[in-house]
């Protein structure tokens, strides 16, 4: 079997997208091996962080002034579907530190030239609840808080930070930003991440206490919004034109096609060699077992191809100078809102079919199950925070949840 040392690129350039895409399919063996060491240890190995840098997956969304491969984002979620194929914590932890080069691209150079400027492989995690107590001072802001769920802090060196700025004028809106902040600023809590699913994606506690972060160092929502972000004016591809939040809400909604994917195979492996110790009777001789697997396969590729599709018509869009439709990205958040709670579905539905050999924790059905599950409680994969601006861009009103 091929190994990610054995699969480089045939030059000294950027890789193809199938050298990436074998790249990761090459490590589903060893990312299963390593499963329950995650879980344990409730963080991905360092060893596994090593060999998605050497094999370049961190750089396929970053500009290539600081030598990433700025590729079609398509790259990047089949990538991370291979990844949580072998294990769901690692690809979801890839998909929150992978996008994170997108976001950091549309900060102001300055900002850019301090993460990567020494380092370009140094990786950048996150927390965008908008916690932080922010009170701006000259050239800046004060900041403090404590946020949680930041996936994959223990292997960065910088964290992205939400909070609300005041209102300037008595009675004017917030102004949501992302903070941008270097480890020497946060401390992290290792303690706190005890959860039945996604046990390795190691998204611990940030604590800041009282620090100063300069103007350039800060992301306006607004700006994300309205794709009128300060790094466009240096990382000029069209991939860049792109709204933020349509990169980040796939991020945490694809490793569940690839908790999907784990999951129907697992189901035909358990069907293959089942009998029903009470009835005699062979699974694989079960229609309505072959039913429930027939519509996960086809249910998963469904949502493959919808993903697919999606990226594929924006970076045509975006190509073509122009800018995506508010009902477009609309319900194209719609869509990745939804993969979480329907993959979860699918996956029930297998499980319950499989008899007493499936719930055993030595199943291999039984993590992604869980993994996917877990997966539902992100708030971009709750599709009630969608279904009004679907409707409501359709009759040519202003989306209410900005983040789109």
């Known amino acids: 079997m091929a190994t990610v040392a054995d699969i480089k690129s045939t030059s000294d350039d950027i890789p193809t997208a199938e050298e990436l895409v074998d790249r990761a399919r090459a490590m589903i063996p060893t990312l299963k091996e390593r499963a329950k060491r995650c ?11 090593a060999e998605m840098q050497e094999a370049g997956f961190f750089r396929i969304l970053q500009p290539r002034r600081f030598g990433g491969y700025e590729m079609h984002p398509n790259v990047f979620f089949d990538v991370q579907k291979q990844l949580a194929q072998g294990c769901m914590s690692t690809g979801w932890m890839y998909g929150v530190l992978g996008c994170h080069p997108y976001e950091l ?17 140094t990786l950048v995690s996150s927390t965008y609840q908008p916690v932080g107590k922010v009170t701006p001072v000259e050239g800046g802001f004060r900041l403090s808080g404590h946020w949680g769920f930041s996936t994959g802090s223990v292997h960065s060196d910088w964290v992205l930070l939400g909070a609300m700025i005041p209102p300037q004028e008595e009675g004017g809106p917030p102004d949501m930003r992302t903070f941008l902040l270097p480890r020497s600023d946060y401390t992290i809590d290792r303690d706190n991440w005890h959860v039945f699913g996604l046990q390795g994606t190691g998204s611990h506690d940030i604590i800041v206490d009282d620090v100063f972060v300069p103007e350039y160092r800060t992301h306006k929502a607004s700006d994300g919004f309205a794709c009128t972000n300060p790094g466009q004016e240096v990382n000029t591809a069209p991939l860049y034109s792109l ?24 189901a035909m492996t358990i069907m293959e060699s089942r009998i029903s110790t009470n009835t005699g009777k062979a699974s694989k001789a079960d229609p309505i077992l072959h039913a429930a697997i027939a519509k996960a396969h086809a249910q998963g590729l469904e949502m493959e191809m919808t993903l697919r599709a999606t990226f594929d018509q924006m970076m045509e869009i975006a190509e073509s100078g122009e800018a995506l439709t508010m009902e477009q990205r609309a319900l194209f958040a719609y869509n990745s809102s939804n993969v979480a709670r329907r993959c979860a579905a699918l996956i029930d539905d297998m499980v319950q079919l499989l008899g007493g050999r499936a719930i055993y924790t030595s199943s291999e059905i039984i993590q992604p199950w869980l993994d996917v599950s877990a997966a539902r409680a992100h708030v971009a994969n709750d599709p009630n925070n969608r ?8 009759l040519g009103q202003a989306p209410t949840f900005t983040f789109v």
């Open 105 to 121: 691209a549309l900060f102001e150079e300055k900002a850019q030239q301090e993460v990567w400027g020494e380092d370009n492989s």
């Open 39 to 49: 879980i344990a240890e409730r963080d991905i190995p360092k060893e596994t962080i």
């Open 387 to 394: 279904t009004a601006d679907v409707i409501g861009t359709q």
């Open 243 to 266: 709204p933020w939040a349509q990169l980040f809400t796939r991020s945490v909604s694809t490793a569940c096609l690839g908790g999907l994917r784990a999951a129907v195979n697992a």
